[in-house]
């Protein structure tokens, strides 16, 4: 366990931030990314991946090869310095392993890493850090990835922790719609850090007030569609094969009906 420090130093967690938000074009698109932006989180294709791969399989695979079991494991290991650390990891564990284990290889995605990114965000959630922290709650595009280990799940009460804390993130991008006297009001006596982060946000989403309210929908939205299929299913059948698990009759009509499979 004493080795997970060596192999998630600061450097690290700081260098997978940068990474993950460095196509950003400033601190605008920390708060709302373009639709332009975000094509490379979800459709960075094989370019994309190759970049996560050199750049963090090695960090991957030193975590596998320590026998860490939880994601409890790494928080007591590193102590998380701030916001930004807890949205380090999240990242890392969560989606990173996505773009660096396709195909048959993505069983070490739903079988190890996805516990992990959920143990940490269940943590960072019962502490306030995406929902209270002025750092994350005003900047959407870093609080939405605390989310996204709930949507990976297969477990529908986690589903449903999801789908209020996307509705909240959806309630705070409208509020920053709202005149600034009522704005103050809802977010009552703020610091003078947490009003700095709003006013920003504000700022931003009141500029572009139609590509706000889609925004705040967007990921409330794509979670409905996530938990649809648990709710029918209690699992996601397009992980069946590569996790060696029998598909049902309703499922493999599901899946060849063109059903969702959220890039497999």
Known sequence: MSCLSLILTPDVLLSVREFWFEHLAGPDGLVMPSAEENKRWFFGGSEFDKLCVERFAPTLEAIRKQGIKSGHDIIYALQPRDAHDWLSLVLLLDQIPRNCYRGESSAIVFDYFDAMARDITLEAI??????????????????????????????????????????????????????????????????????????????????????????????????KRHWAIIKRFGRYPHRNRVLGRETTDEEREYLENGGDTFGG
């Open 126 to 223: 019962q502490r306030g850090i995406p929902d209270e922290w002025p750092e994350i709650r005003w900047r959407f595009a870093c609080r939405s990835w605390f989310y996204v280990p709930l949507m990976h799940s297969e477990d529908v009460d986690l589903h449903e922790l999801a789908v209020q804390k996307y509705q909240a993130f959806a309630r705070d991008v409208e509020s920053l719609l709202l005149p600034d006297d009522t704005n103050a009001n809802i977010n009552g006596d703020e610091s003078d850090v947490a009003h700095e982060y709003r006013i920003a946000a504000q700022r931003v989403m009141q500029a572009n007030p139609e590509g706000a309210k889609e925004y705040g929908q967007l990921n409330l939205n794509f979670e």
